[in-house]
């Protein structure tokens, strides 16, 4: 494959540039049967959407969801569900000034070095509207999910070196950065909007806790479900790094702090992170993401073009100056399309129908 | 796939539980023509192998590389290359005792709630026995990027709290604990065997640098050259996190300071860590992975036994009380594994014996 | 996978119901720099639209190409082409009547046991129309075929019992039947509209040619080239069998006979089919497939409803009274496709770029 | 992947060629908690072995069959099974005298042109004795089928141009061919014994049915039932074609001749084979494969040598006259194989520990 995939038992396969006509997604491997709606889809893809808040990119793309096919009377048919987000607020033309520059930070060398040939308006396929076919795609698989109890939450943890203190998971959706720490979100949100004026952008950590997976999900060896999250969540342009549970500060403990020990009442501990061997425990999933910051600023900074001669530049556009608060929904999405999988998968190897062993 | 395999071009299966009679591994894809012989690969399988030093596990496995098929006359033949190292100190009586408690920190508990049977003579397929068959397939590839001149090298950046403070290369393989620091290698020791001797263990950080990757490397959107690494690396049992470059200190940085910005003489920082939109920058790549402290260790720990009833679990064994000594080769085998895979997938995109088109 | 997706390196995704809103394709894998206009693409959807003649359905579907996504300035990028076709001509009320029926010789029945809910308006998935994709995929698969010399033609060889005796290449497409002999083609237009005049239809066998491979085409053991195609030819509908080379008739042949001798000239005969152990021997590949008569019938026909009981069914609509000539440009789409697959494979198994070994 | 891996959710990999150390196969996917015992994996082997009468090869193979990991007290653990099979009667000198001559109806020449590199003895992984590994992991599939009550059973229908006239099941496994009609049995066995004599080989027709199959299994589009059951056929050495239910014959019908009507008993005819639209349909699945007559024949044949000049062949070797009679096992066994890996992919499909919706 060429790398517009993921998953095998679930399977998105992403198409479209930011540029373009359209983006959208194909989703092979939906259960038939599920009462699907638009507005239900629509509502994630709102939350990915640019334009919500003073800290968001003021491009508009309304994102509204049209799906084409795998549904009928409202309920899927077990066949492709085909969704496209037509584009609505293309403007390459804006990007005529940088046709022959490579942009600090952004994928415009590695492309040219890869393809021959690049796209030069716009990110292309590296920019983060390809996330949109993916958040309409993870809608479906939360959908799924919600049938078995299972919940899925990200929330921003970390911006601008600012920490959250308190988890208030009611908060989260209230604020324009999706802190789970109101104090802390004001504090982030005035950060954003200083480094936004200076023509700056800043990184942060956001985490994400699954809850409800029963223990047994997670093939051992190379589809760990600690390794399909990673590669998920890496998959995600921004995202520099990933940690399960107790994750780096794991290097510091001793093994008798960071054995998760039971009693009959269960779990003692979750440094794992809900994840042992690769397999859910069925204790929460908890993952943490490193976002950096924003590659498209408006400061001045050293490239070269085409030709390898030196050169200043200033990315003038519309852009995130912190990407957390709309990674959060994309991050949620990509995990619900790997648990999906791996519930599929899971139900493949008992093959209940198949035979009754145990 | 039901998750023993790995690659898509540069496949390999693996097979082999850890008291069973052998563990291998298939490699599908290996570029016909190569010479190569057992020695090069009995070399890392060396570097691997338990009972190198006090800080190792005294059980005692060969390794002893034998090739079954895919070789001819010192060169591969492009067909698959079968590579059994037999188990040569199994003692699996010596599990009877935990024959019916989960030990913490292991993945006794999810293998038997996902699979509703569990082998209970050492880890199975969980233990780090089975990635001797990874270890044996990653020599072959890395003898495939020796002929392009990419060289790959992990090492122990932090051990129990203890950090190293200098990189001096040609001291890695020359200390038990494979730190870049040799300073700082003793403290390592001295803290290995202290804990050894309570019953305790301990964790760390591991880095791995890959330099003379070519630009171009990696495919965009999902299968990103950072999120196979990232997949890769939590593959391995006792992998907790991974970030690549900055990392997580990404998280606190402005886009001004973490954008790597060129001149004509090429990069002038590093903070992507070699990686841009998932595609290589031609600049080294550098990511660290977090290594929890080994499960296995000897203090009374709480547990329940297969009735769920409360019980205290002491696991006497032959265990490496720190695993980051013996995860390096096992790191730098999947790292190979990952590039040749993208190396003959980017191959594959140009086609060069269909058309020239550029 | 969900049955969706066909190719490794070359990938195509397929959407879309026949009377839905649209169907299309995503195209993954295509090599970057290739000049492509739509007016190419269009030339192969006309061949393969209905309403061509007398002996094909009067639905106007004018498949209209539109790509959204993977070409820049004329050129493809080698990020995923997305082509979709709208369906113009769609009356899913015309088939009100036969919403709690089963069509003899369509999936209507498997599809319900398979799902356990029916989209019945036409036949959704299983219908000829999703063929349309394919057939946009395989023009883009072709023009990366001809810049290594290789073509691709496939024809009628035998309508309802009357067969082709000569082969006259240079007729093909100058008749509606898509025939190599004209003679016999007129017969077989005048069987096709006396069988369409009585509500009958009949089947026949398409052949297809295929020159310019190279030898070393195509992947030993479970991937051979043969393999691949007879997956390929039979995941189209009406197809029912497919022979390579003497095919069937092998099976009555002496060794000696069958085995093609070589001199310095090359090969002396072809029973093979220009493949020998699922790789190319460079000579021309044939193979032939059985087409089944069209299951859509105006004759009454027994059959039962959802419930069980008895039923008259006569399936009125638009249907072509036999399916070669239009599943012609079918075949030669999804050779196509396996073709350049299997050469970007070969390009991944020597991998030019990573060594020159050989 | 590279070509040696087959299925999803039951997946096999093999290794090996016909004169190195061994052959195998593993097993990923395999249901946890089956009962399976050595003795019926023999059995299989047994079945498929050289040396069992007149008409097979005097080589000797025990294929004793050896199981090192996967299986714990008699039961599957659901980690992958390794088979390995020991190479006990090698003659690799056997075939000096050809080193350097392409045989006629070999790969030597395509393998030589495919990797630029060849291992002389024997014909590698073109081997026959590849299937080995095949049967063994067939004999698991077979034996999961079982428990849901599906039976295969494959059968010579027609050797060296002496059809069988009747069916007689219990006839089959009585007679060295394998055929479904004893006394055409007879005769076939004769035909081979003389061409035999002659230094000359033939080929035949065989024949599989598999029942118990419920309706609903297979994917539409790609995956259809068929189209991996037409892979998986032509994936075997010799076979050079497929049909279904009235396959070739049906180019000849009417669509109201090959329509499978219903009525409240059933379907009143199988023309489709059990199979429409890729799903079976609860009926026999039928379908016939062409095997070409062995390549090897000690007659003289014309080929070149390595270096291009004319020469002439007689392959002396211990080959079967007729390869039909130790086919039968390997293609019982390729179709447990997809069987089991489809009945998966369904249970994946309805996941209903997921979700029950319907």
Avoid: W
């Avoid at 037509?86 to 046709?99: G, K």
């Avoid at 990110?123 to 390809?130: N, P």
């Avoid at 479900?225 to 500060?249: N, P, Q, R, T």
């Amino acid at each position: 494959m060429a790398g517009s995939s993921f998953g095998e038992q679930f399977k998105i396969t992403t198409f479209g540039e930011s540029h373009g006509e359209a983006v959208g997604v194909i989703v092979d491997g939906v259960t038939p049967g599920l009462e699907l709606d638009i507005a239900y889809i629509q509502k994630q893809m709102d939350r990915r959407k640019p334009g919500q808040s003073s800290v968001t990119t003021p491009r508009k793309e309304y994102d509204k969801v049209h799906i084409l096919s795998g549904i009928f009377e409202g309920k899927t048919t077990g066949t492709p569900l085909f969704i496209i987000l037509y584009n609505s607020d293309m403007r390459p033309s804006a990007y005529d000034d940088i046709e022959k520059l490579f942009r600090p930070g952004h994928a415009d060398y590695t492309y040219l070095h890869k393809y021959g040939i690049r796209d030069h308006r716009g990110s292309g396929r590296a920019s983060g509207r390809e996330t949109a076919g993916r958040v309409a795609a993870g809608a479906v698989a939360r959908k799924l999910l919600e049938h078995s109890g299972v919940s899925i939450a990200a929330y921003t943890k970390e911006i601008g070196g600012i920490k959250c203190e308190t988890y208030a998971e009611d908060e989260i959706e209230k604020n324009a950065v999706r802190a789970c720490d109101p104090v802390a979100a004001v504090k982030m949100i005035e950060k954003i909007e200083e480094l936004a004026a200076r023509g700056d952008s800043c990184g942060g950590i956001v985490e994400c806790r699954i809850r409800g997976v029963r223990p047994g999900i997670g093939e051992p060896v190379f589809d760990k479900l600690d390794a399909d999250l990673a590669k998920a969540m890496l998959s995600i342009g921004a995202v520099k790094g990933i940690e399960f549970g107790a994750g780096f500060a794991a290097a510091a403990m001793l093994g008798s702090e960071h054995n998760d020990q039971m009693n009959q009442e269960g779990f003692l501990s979750n440094n794992a992170g809900g994840i042992l061997g690769g397999i859910s425990t069925g204790e929460e999933i908890v993952f943490r993401v490193a976002v950096k910051p924003t590659s498209s600023i408006s400061l001045p900074q050293q490239t070269v073009n085409l030709e390898g001669v030196d050169q200043t530049i200033s990315t003038v556009g519309r852009h995130d100056p912190c990407i957390c608060p709309r990674i959060v929904p994309v991050i949620e999405a990509m995990a619900c399309i790997v648990l999906v999988d791996h519930y599929k998968r899971q139900a493949a190897m008992h093959d209940q129908r198949l035979v009754d062993l145990l």
